[in-house]
């Protein structure tokens, strides 16, 4: 499947009121599923697939990829990435003053010679996300790890961006 | 029942965490079935597959949404949680040689197939 999960997100808005307005248009909590577990069988989704009907599967349409965690910190923001199953080689961060952009591939390696796809929930192809930070990022300081799925990225402002403390001298 | 991964560690679980069908790509070739199932989160200790009466169940548990710092919450796509999903197996797969791995948060079920199922190629003689 060639379709790339393209999605751009721009805040215009620097302050904090507006990032979190910007976050709350693009996400919505995932749904849990609370009640019952599902069961079903490979041979019903082969039926389904065979039958030409939609597997049955939780999905939130119009979703940014990757969903994204922002958190503010002492020294600026770290984001947390969900991206399980993607290498981290495949993976690329750049960050050009407010701005941080996060693109690559997911599963975009084809099935084995011999193999057939009965059933494809996950997520695949190119994607990019562009972020608008809410202060210029000190670039070198950017550091980003990755694991179990999880891609951590932690954003410290720019030195002159930090807030100072200005002694009062009394007269 | 066939535990085809470590047991999952005895850290209690909270009732009221969310619990996550987590997303699945199936393949099958002529050994086995293959069920991709993506569980950001969890690692060999946190997932487990197991296998009763022909019903594969796949969990795992994701216990940080976030950050390692503390630090206020700006934005959430995503949460911390459980996952789990059950599948009836077909009659074809040999339930004893289930096998399951998980790395960067994928965890990959394989299931061959029997022996006497599997497709085989008959030397046609004169």
Redesign the interface.
């Known amino acids: 499947m060639g379709s790339a999960l393209y999605k751009v997100d721009k805040q215009l808005n620097r302050t904090?009121k507006g990032?979190?307005a910007?976050?709350?248009l693009?996400?919505g909590?995932?749904s849990?599923?609370?009640i019952f577990?599902?069961?079903?069988?490979?041979?019903?989704?082969m039926n389904r697939l065979l039958a030409g009907q939609e597997p049955r599967?939780?999905?939130r349409a119009g979703?940014?990829y990757p969903?994204?965690?922002?958190?503010?910190?002492?020294d600026g923001?770290?984001l947390?990435a969900?991206?399980?199953?993607?290498?981290?080689q495949d993976v690329e961060i750049s960050v050009d003053g407010d701005e941080l952009a996060l693109r690559g591939k997911v599963?975009s390696a084809a099935?084995?010679a011999?193999?057939?796809?009965?059933?494809?929930?996950?997520?695949a192809g190119e994607f990019q996300r562009t972020l608008q930070l809410p202060f210029r990022a000190h670039a070198a300081g950017v550091k980003a790890t990755?694991k179990?799925?999880?891609l951590?990225i932690a954003v410290p402002r720019s030195p002159e961006e930090k807030p100072r403390k200005i002694a009062i001298t009394a007269e | 029942m066939t535990t085809a991964t470590e047991k999952r560690q005895d850290a209690p679980v909270p009732a009221n965490e969310p619990v996550y069908i987590p997303r699945v790509d199936i393949r099958e070739d002529a050994e086995r079935f293959t069920v991709l199932a993506d569980m950001p989160g969890a690692d060999e200790k946190t997932a487990e597959a197991t296998v009763h009466n022909r019903v594969l169940t796949i969990e795992g548990w994701c216990q940080t949404g976030g950050c390692p710092t503390p630090g206020e919450e700006l934005g959430c796509e995503f949460r911390a949680g459980r996952y789990r999903r059950d599948f009836t197996l077909p009659e074809t797969v040999d339930a004893e040689r289930i096998q399951a791995r998980i790395k960067n948060g994928t965890l990959t079920v394989t299931l061959p197939k029997r022996e006497e199922v599997k497709a085989r190629k008959i030397q046609v003689t004169t």
Not at chain 1, 39 to 45: A, G, T
Not at chain 1, 82 to 88: F, L, T
């Open positions: 904090k990032v979190l910007m976050l709350e693009m996400i909590p995932r849990p599923w609370t577990d599902e069961l079903e069988s490979l041979q019903d989704n599967v939780e999905r979703a940014a969903p994204l965690n922002v958190y503010s910190t002492a923001l770290t947390v969900e991206m399980p199953g993607v290498d981290p599963n099935p084995a011999g193999e057939t796809v009965l059933r494809r929930e996950r997520p990755f179990n799925g999880l951590n």
